[in-house]
C-alpha cells in the first residue's frame, strides 16, 4: 500500500520560510519522480514543482521559481520542498505526488497523492 505523508506546513508571517517533507512507503521510491502541488479555497490544484528520479532535473512554476525548491533523497524515501521569501499567495495545502512518468508534463500523470499540509501565510 502506497502512503506519501507530508508534514512541515504551519503559519508563518510573509518574508518567512518553511521545509515540508513528503515521507513516501509502499513503492520503490527512486523509480518515481516527485512533484509538489497546491490548492488554495476555491481554486484548482496547481502544479508548484517536480523533481525527476535521480535528481537531474528540477522544474518550478513560475509563481516559486527563486524563492523554492524541490530535492529528494531516495536513501531516506524523502521529498522536500523548502519555501523561502512566503508570501500570502502561497497560503494553500500543499500535497506531494509520486509519477511513474520520467518527466511529468501534468497532474494527470501522477499515480499517487499525499493528504496535504496547510501553509498559511499571513500579511
Known amino acids: 500500500q502506497v502512503q506519501l505523508v507530508e508534514s512541515g506546513g504551519g503559519l508563518v508571517q510573509a518574508g518567512g520560510s518553511l521545509r515540508l517533507s513528503c515521507a513516501a512507503s509502499g513503492l520503490t521510491f527512486s523509480a518515481y519522480a516527485m512533484g509538489w502541488f497546491r490548492q488554495a479555497p476555491g481554486l484548482e490544484r496547481e502544479f508548484v514543482a517536480a523533481?525527476?528520479?535521480?535528481?537531474?532535473?528540477?522544474d518550478y512554476a513560475d509563481s516559486v521559481k527563486g524563492r523554492f525548491t524541490i530535492s529528494r533523497d531516495n536513501a531516506k524515501n524523502t521529498a522536500h520542498l523548502q519555501m523561502n521569501s512566503l508570501k500570502p499567495e502561497d497560503t494553500a495545502v500543499y500535497y506531494c505526488?509520486?509519477?511513474?512518468?520520467?518527466?511529468?508534463?501534468?497532474?494527470?500523470?501522477?499515480?499517487?497523492w499525499g493528504q496535504g499540509t496547510q501553509v498559511t501565510v499571513s500579511s
Open positions: 505526488a509520486a509519477s511513474i512518468s520520467v518527466r511529468p508534463a501534468s497532474k494527470l500523470q501522477y499515480n499517487y
Open positions: 523533481i525527476t528520479r535521480s535528481s537531474s532535473n528540477t
